[in-house]
C-alpha cells in the first residue's frame, strides 16, 4: 500500500457570519435580518467528497456545509473566482464559486441555494469518477480490466464478464493490492466490488493522484 499523508486541515467556517451591530443592540432596534444566532447556519461534517473541476475528478473532505455553500479541505491548487462541482452522492450536486482559499482550506458559495439542509448529509461513501486501468486476478488467472469509479470501500469496473455475486478477485491497481474482494452485483460486463477491508481516505487520495490521466484498455 502507498504512504499514508493526510494534509492538515484547517477549522474555518466556509463563509463569514453576520452579526448585529453593535449600536442596533444597544438602541434595541430590530437586526435588519433575523438573528442568525437562533438559527443552525451550518452542519458540520467530516466526510469524503468529490469535487469536479476543469473537467477532472477530485476528493476532498467536507468540513462543513450550509444553505448556501460549503468549506473543504483539498489538495486542489485552487484560487477565488474558480468554478466547481461538488457532490457526495447521485442525489445532490452543487456549483459554486471559490469565495475564500487558505492552506488546504476553501469555502465555496453556491449558485443556487438549498432550504433543508439536513437532507444534505452524506449517508454513504462517496463514488469518485475515473478511468483507471486495473489487474483483477480471477481463480489465479489476470484479466485486465477499467475502473470507472472508486470510494473508500469498493469499485466499479468494466471489461470482465461471468462473475457471480459472491466470488472473490484480487484487484491490483499499480502498487494498491485489493485481496478478497467481493463481487457484489454483475451485469453486462459491469460489476461491483467490495473490499475487504476500506482503504483510509489518504490511500484513496493517492490512488486518484497517480492515476490522474484518463487510460483506455489496450
Known sequence: MSPRNAGSC?????????RTPLSLRKS????????????????SLFRPCCVEYQGQSYLAVVKNISSGGAQFCTE????????ITY?????HRFSGRVVWHR???VGVRNHETCDDISALQPTRSVRVPCEILATMWIDGQPTSCLVSNISLRGLCAFGVDGLEKGKLVTVVIGSFVFQSAI???????????AFAAPMRLEEL?????????PKALS
Open 205 to 213: 487520495q493517492e490512488l486518484l493522484k497517480a492515476n490522474r490521466e
Open 103 to 105: 492552506d488546504d482550506n
Open 76 to 83: 486542489l491548487p485552487l484560487s477565488v473566482g474558480d468554478e
Open 183 to 193: 463481487v457484489r452485483w454483475s451485469q453486462y460486463g459491469l460489476l461491483g466490488l
Open 87 to 91: 457532490y457526495w452522492d447521485s442525489r
Open 28 to 43: 434595541g432596534a430590530s437586526a435588519p435580518y433575523p438573528d442568525q444566532r437562533k438559527q443552525k447556519r451550518f452542519i
Open 10 to 18: 484547517g477549522s474555518d467556517s466556509a463563509l463569514t457570519e453576520k
